[in-house]
């Protein structure tokens, strides 16, 4: 049987990428649960998101945990859970994830509002997979 990965889970492991200096991997580790809550069944994905997670050590990843578990209820048509509102789950100054200055007009754009409204910008294509 598969464990199933949660936001606590994967905070766990982006703040265990992120104390190892392997910032790109924190990433992807936190957008993998686009993914794993995809393929999860309703009930699956109350428990995915249940829980408060732990603090990243990094506020930014913090307020993008809390965007993309937002923005994955909203997609589903479920509550997001209250901790998604906490304070510390916002982050100033914004944060434009690509780091490439090029792109910050578009992820402007682009951002979901789970993502602007946190001080999170995201380029069109980060919330998909292949």
Known sequence: ???LET?????????????????TEAIRIAFGLLQEFDKATAD????MVASRPPRTG????DAMLAALVEHLCS?????APRWV???ERFVEPWWFVSGLASLHAGALAESPISFARRGVFICDGALSYA
Not at 7 to 23: G, Y
Not at 44 to 47: E, G, K, P, S
Not at 75 to 79: N, Q, R, S
């Open 1 to 3: 049987m598969r464990r």
């Open 7 to 23: 936001a606590e889970s994967v905070a766990i492991a982006v703040a265990e990428a992120l104390a190892a200096d392997r910032e």
């Open 44 to 47: 699956d994905r109350r428990l």
């Open 58 to 61: 990094d506020p930014r990843y």
């Open 75 to 79: 997609g589903a048509g479920m509550p």
């Open 85 to 87: 509102e906490d304070p």
